[in-house]
């Protein structure tokens, strides 16, 4: 499930897709053409990182902050919707407290420092995830970002925060529970359709290339639902290093699948040719 290169075995035509007539920092017009609606990253290295580097854990956690603002800039340039970034799942809090602590600091911190280059950009910010776990005054920082950018009409970013994909799922079927009890619907119209409704991300695409760097090969409780369908690919480049031209590389595998959604590549080629 990987390209050429950093990508390791697999599809092999995404280097056919990224020329090198192509200049540094660019994109060829075929992957413009094709590029994904919703993208997700797995944000995964940023602690090996900085031990490679003999350096404290929160090093790698800061250097990974630049390589967001990179992959954001970028998405926002290409004209994507919807950036998605796993940022601390609900089971990083098993990790231990003092760099638990620093995170969440680290978060309110870059909150507070990004939020007005997220607003001039037009990026609309949006904390997924159970922010209940929070500090109360991280609570408010998030109130306050995403009311600051909630109009924007660029990129939408979301951030999963203490998130799980089997929270996201449960707490959407526990709200349409809630409606059947109180005899708001009948059981019959809990559809795929209505959970959806009430998942994280209900207004947004669902995720077409799910992207995740460090080198391990699973999708760790991500977004579970939104990405049935989504193409993956897996880097063995740590977070804080991955720059425009791997997430170029990611986008070029991905315009290099054929995505069939069920159907066979006949009736795809089919499709096209009309």
């Given amino acids: ?26 994109l060829s017009d075929i992957v413009k053409q094709s590029l994904p609606k919703h993208v997700a ?14 350096m404290p854990r929160v090093v790698g956690h800061k250097a990974g902050v630049k ?16 950036l998605t970034l796993f940022a601390f799942s609900s089971e990083n809090w098993r990790r231990p407290d003092k760099e638990v602590n620093l995170l969440m600091e680290l ?7 990004e939020i007005k280059r997220l607003d001039k950009n037009q990026v609309k910010l949006n904390i997924i995830g159970d922010i209940s776990r929070f500090s109360a005054r991280l609570q408010a920082q998030i109130a306050q970002a995403q009311d600051k950018t909630k109009d924007n009409t660029g990129l939408v970013l979301n951030v999963a925060a203490n998130y ?25 119209q809990m559809t795929e359709e209505a959970l959806n409704q009430h998942l994280c991300m209900q207004n947004q695409s ?10 391990d090969y699973r999708i760790s409780n991500f977004i579970l639902w939104q990405a ?17 031209k791997a997430f ?3 986008l070029a595998t991905f315009a290099s699948r054929q995505r069939r959604f069920g159907l066979t590549g006949s009736q795809i080629e089919q499709i096209r040719s009309l």
């Avoid at 390209?3 to 192509?22: A, I, M, P, Q, R």
């Avoid at 390589?67 to 919807?82: H, K, P, T, Y």
């Avoid at 089997?166 to 009890?181: C, G, P, S, T």
């Avoid at 049935?228 to 880097?235: Q, R």
């Fill in 228 to 244: 049935a369908y989504a193409e993956l690919v897996f880097t063995e480049t740590l977070w804080p290093d991955f720059d425009e």
């Fill in 248 to 250: 170029h590389h990611a």
């Fill in 206 to 215: 669902e995720v077409d290339l799910m992207i995740r760097t460090g080198g």
């Fill in 67 to 82: 390589a967001v603002r990179r992959i954001v800039s970028a998405a926002s340039q290409l004209g994507i919707a919807s």
């Fill in 41 to 54: 990253i797995i944000m995964d290295g940023n602690g090996r990182w900085a031990q490679n580097k003999s």
């Fill in 107 to 113: 978060f309110f911190s870059v909150l507070q420092r």
């Fill in 1 to 26: 499930m990987s390209s050429t290169n950093d990508y390791g075995t697999g599809v092999t035509t995404s280097s056919e897709l990224v020329t090198s007539e192509v200049l540094p920092g660019q």
């Fill in 164 to 188: 799980g994909g089997r929270w996201d799922i449960m707490q959407a079927a526990q709200k349409l529970a809630e409606k059947v009890e109180s005899g708001e619907i009948s059981s019959s």
